[in-house]
């Protein structure tokens, strides 16, 4: 949605915000963060290997007061292509991830994929089936670790003086993996390209 600045295809406000009477824009957000936090999100969260390049184009430009504000998803985008080394090769956009990982940060994505699985996992009656897909590397992850702690259960510290039955009880698994994670197809990846990168988790509450 262009309109909203999560693209960088097409020109927009630089605002990326989910709820927009809710926090604050991202080109507010680049206009007050250090460039150690800008680094540290376009990493964290964009797994961007450019990052502290990126981060320092975006300072050095709000410290030229020749420049115009930061309020455009094209600023941005000619920013980053710019900043970007001439060896870059990759296939996406110079901008994807740093895009990626600004929209993350500034709706607090991860947080809000935690409280679900945890609220899912609670709520879920025995038997019900837990099936989350995810559309990239990070969320895949949370999701994969969720399901793996939930099948082990929590573990018991060493030392607590309890019984067997309590230890027992206290260390069940609140759920059981269901099959191998499934990834689109070729076919299903031809017909929506935007599939490419999900996958899909199945768990099942014992």
Same mark, same amino acid.
């Given at each position: 949605? !262009?309109?909203?600045? /999560?693209? /960088?295809?097409?020109?927009?406000?630089?605002? %990326?915000? %989910?709820?927009?009477?809710?926090?604050?824009?991202?080109?507010?957000?680049?206009?007050?963060?250090?460039?150690?936090? #800008?680094?540290?999100?376009?990493?964290?969260?964009?797994?961007?290997?450019?990052?502290?390049?990126?981060?320092?184009?975006?300072?050095?430009?709000?410290? $030229?007061? +020749?420049?115009?504000? %930061?309020?455009?998803?094209?600023?941005?985008?000619?920013?980053?292509?710019?900043?970007?080394?001439?060896? /870059?090769? +990759? =296939?996406?956009?110079?901008?994807?991830?740093? /895009?990626?990982?600004?929209?993350?940060?500034? $709706?607090?994505? @991860? +947080?809000? #994929?935690?409280?679900?699985? =945890?609220?899912?996992?609670?709520?879920? !009656?025995?038997?019900?089936?837990?099936?989350?897909?995810?559309?990239?590397?990070?969320?895949?992850?949370?999701? =994969?670790?969720?399901?793996?702690?939930?099948?082990?259960?929590?573990?018991?510290?060493?030392?607590?003086? @309890?019984?067997?039955?309590?230890? =027992?009880?206290?260390?069940?698994? $609140?759920?059981?993996?269901?099959?191998?994670? #499934?990834?689109?197809?070729?076919?299903?990846?031809?017909? $929506?390209?935007?599939?490419?990168?999900?996958?899909?988790?199945?768990?099942?509450?014992?």
């Amino acid at each position: 949605d !262009a309109e909203r600045g /999560f693209s /960088f295809m097409k020109d927009g406000p630089l605002d %990326m915000r %989910m709820d927009p009477t809710s926090g604050i824009p991202v080109s507010q957000w680049l206009m007050e963060a250090d460039l150690d936090d #800008i680094t540290w999100v376009i990493r964290e969260f964009g797994e961007d290997k450019h990052a502290r390049r990126i981060a320092r184009a975006i300072v050095e430009y709000r410290e $030229n007061e +020749e420049n115009e504000p %930061m309020i455009r998803t094209g600023q941005l985008a000619k920013l980053i292509s710019e900043a970007a080394p001439k060896s /870059f090769k +990759e =296939k996406k956009h110079p901008a994807t991830r740093a /895009f990626q990982a600004f929209r993350i940060y500034i $709706n607090s994505e @991860l +947080e809000e #994929i935690d409280t679900a699985l =945890k609220g899912a996992a609670r709520i879920l !009656a025995p038997e019900g089936r837990l099936s989350v897909i995810s559309f990239h590397s990070l969320e895949d992850r949370m999701v =994969k670790r969720f399901i793996r702690k939930e099948s082990k259960g929590p573990e018991v510290p060493h030392g607590i003086p @309890l019984t067997e039955a309590q230890i =027992k009880e206290l260390g069940s698994a $609140n759920m059981k993996t269901v099959g191998k994670a #499934i990834k689109p197809t070729k076919q299903e990846i031809d017909m $929506n390209p935007r599939s490419r990168r999900s996958v899909l988790r199945i768990a099942e509450k014992l």
